[in-house]
């Protein structure tokens, strides 16, 4: 059993929803990221999604890509991503790490040697945002063997035959885009939300996270309602980024604590 799906069973006993911030790693540096995910780890994220920076998003809006510019001028690859993460599982053993990210810079980096190292370093999963699911049977198998699990994005636009892929392969949870648009749009609706997820759930059968679009405690609290989790990562790297250096994982443990409240009320 995987980190991730030993959290979600944990939180599913509890009758608690997982909370997953996203961070870009090297944002504002790397020594800054391991102390960001120790905040969030001990304020009460259930699960970590840390990005990849890339010069080229596609699924990315313009906080998070400025996040990313500022992590790649300071020199953050991949190799530096899972240095992050080992760094962290020297402090924290069982909080599962997500890495999110696109295909480039694994395919660079070459798949083998990525499955190889990101097991070594200690990632749970990894969130490919370009690799269509039709596609990259192979590299699930690869990941499963070293007990990593493959997240995978729905949008409001998936067909039914998208959810059936899915749910043959999918592992950890599935991350449902809650609007069209990029990362950080304000235009999430609630109620259509609520009609999707049921419908996820026919096709697959591991556990629903919802992001784009979740701002602050009152909507993340709505939208754990309806859902297995709440993604949130806009906002975070928003608030993050008017931080002073020194103060950037307290305030990160701040908000954090301040979602986890709402989504336990």
Same mark, same amino acid.
């Given at each position: 059993?995987?980190?991730?799906?030993?959290?979600?069973?944990?939180?599913?006993?509890?009758?608690?929803?997982?909370?997953?911030?996203?961070?870009?790693?090297?944002?504002?540096?790397?020594?800054?990221?391991?102390?960001?995910?120790?905040?969030?780890?001990?304020?009460?994220?259930?699960?970590?999604?840390?990005?990849?920076?890339?010069?080229?998003?596609?699924?990315?809006?313009?906080?998070?890509?400025?996040?990313?510019?500022?992590?790649?001028?300071?020199?953050?690859?991949?190799?530096?991503?899972?240095?992050?993460?080992?760094?962290?599982?020297?402090?924290?053993?069982?909080?599962?790490?997500?890495?999110?990210?696109?295909?480039?810079? $694994?395919?660079?980096?070459?798949?083998? %040697?990525? @499955?190889?190292?990101?097991?070594? =370093?200690? !990632?749970? #999963?990894?969130?490919? *945002?370009?690799?269509?699911?039709?596609?990259?049977?192979?590299?699930?198998?690869?990941?499963?063997?070293?007990?990593?699990?493959?997240?995978?994005?729905?949008?409001?636009?998936?067909?039914?035959?998208?959810?059936?892929?899915?749910?043959?392969?999918?592992?950890?949870?599935?991350?449902?885009?809650?609007?069209?648009?990029?990362?950080?749009?304000?235009?999430?609706?609630?109620?259509?939300?609520?009609?999707?997820?049921?419908?996820?759930?026919?096709?697959?059968?591991?556990?629903?996270?919802?992001?784009?679009? $979740?701002?602050?405690?009152?909507?993340? %609290?709505? @939208?754990?309602?309806?859902?297995? =989790?709440? !993604?949130? #990562?806009?906002?975070? *790297?928003?608030?993050?980024?008017?931080?002073?250096?020194?103060?950037?994982?307290?305030?990160?443990?701040?908000?954090?604590?301040?979602?986890?409240?709402?989504?336990?009320?």
């Amino acid at each position: 059993m995987s980190r991730i799906q030993a959290t979600f069973e944990r939180l599913q006993k509890e009758g608690r929803k997982a909370l997953i911030p996203y961070v870009a790693a090297g944002d504002p540096d790397i020594a800054a990221s391991v102390e960001i995910l120790r905040a969030m780890a001990d304020a009460g994220a259930d699960v970590i999604e840390l990005g990849v920076p890339f010069s080229d998003p596609m699924a990315d809006g313009p906080v998070i890509q400025k996040a990313a510019e500022r992590a790649l001028a300071q020199g953050t690859g991949l190799p530096q991503v899972l240095e992050v993460v080992s760094a962290f599982r020297g402090i924290h053993a069982d909080t599962p790490v997500v890495l999110m990210g696109y295909a480039n810079p $694994i395919e660079r980096y070459g798949i083998d %040697r990525f @499955v190889t190292d990101a097991k070594a =370093a200690g !990632v749970d #999963g990894v969130l490919v *945002v370009d690799y269509p699911p039709e596609e990259c049977e192979d590299f699930a198998l690869r990941l499963r063997s070293q007990g990593l699990d493959l997240i995978f994005l729905l949008a409001p636009t998936s067909s039914e035959a998208r959810m059936q892929t899915l749910g043959r392969i999918a592992s950890g949870y599935v991350y449902y885009v809650s609007l069209r648009g990029v990362t950080g749009a304000a235009n999430l609706d609630i109620s259509a939300v609520a009609e999707m997820i049921p419908r996820i759930q026919r096709h697959v059968k591991v556990p629903v996270g919802v992001g784009f679009g $979740i701002r602050d405690a009152k909507t993340a %609290r709505a @939208v754990a309602a309806v859902a297995d =989790a709440v !993604v949130i #990562g806009s906002a975070l *790297v928003q608030h993050l980024e008017l931080q002073p250096r020194n103060k950037v994982a307290e305030a990160a443990a701040c908000f954090i604590a301040e979602i986890r409240q709402a989504l336990d009320a």
